[in-house]
């Protein structure tokens, strides 16, 4: 039994006429979240960077030589506003992450870029981040990361329209 099933069981008490099996479902999917994300932050953490800052770099290293994009491409692959967006590259700039260069191509615009301090950041944590996840994995029996991953993107598929 896990705190969960004491909740389930609390309810089907006092009202018996619910259907309880998805609030199971979901409720232990937000405490699993909840719980590797804590394990994630440490990671990132001992490396000096917040979590979107994390992404912001691996989306710039995984987009491949030279590594730079602009703001704009950024935003819309992480999925958050220009402004949320803006904040985050200035910490990333001042701690020496990414650069900001006027973009030749629209001079209204900048090309964000890792610095050799920033790839050598984000390869580092990404290492210790994929390890991390790994270890975290382990608890799920054969064949069930991939049962989980199948049943996870089906499900958030169909909720995503």
Do not use: C, K
């Not at 705190?3 to 389930?8: A, E, H, K, Q």
């Not at 979590?51 to 691996?58: I, M, Q, S, T, Y």
């Not at 054969?142 to 991953?149: I, S």
């Amino acid at each position: 039994m896990d705190p969960i099933d004491t909740i389930l069981a609390q309810w089907r008490q006092e009202r018996p006429d619910l259907d309880l099996s998805a609030m199971g479902v979901f409720a232990r999917l937000s405490r699993l979240v909840r719980l590797v994300e804590t394990a994630v932050e440490e990671v990132f953490t001992r490396h000096g960077l917040r979590p979107g800052e994390f992404d912001v770099l691996a989306a710039l290293r995984r987009g491949g030589s030279p590594y730079t994009m602009i703001p704009s491409e950024l935003s819309a692959e992480l999925m958050m506003s220009r402004a949320g967006m803006t904040n985050r590259l200035d910490r990333l700039e001042n701690a020496g992450l990414i650069a900001r260069s006027l973009d030749p191509d629209d001079r209204r615009s900048f090309r964000i870029t890792l610095t050799d301090r920033g790839l050598q950041v984000i390869d580092v944590t990404v290492t210790e981040h994929a390890s991390n996840l790994a270890r975290l994995a382990r608890a799920l029996g054969p064949g069930d990361a991939e049962a989980l991953n199948r049943i996870t993107r089906e499900m958030s598929q169909a909720l995503s329209g």
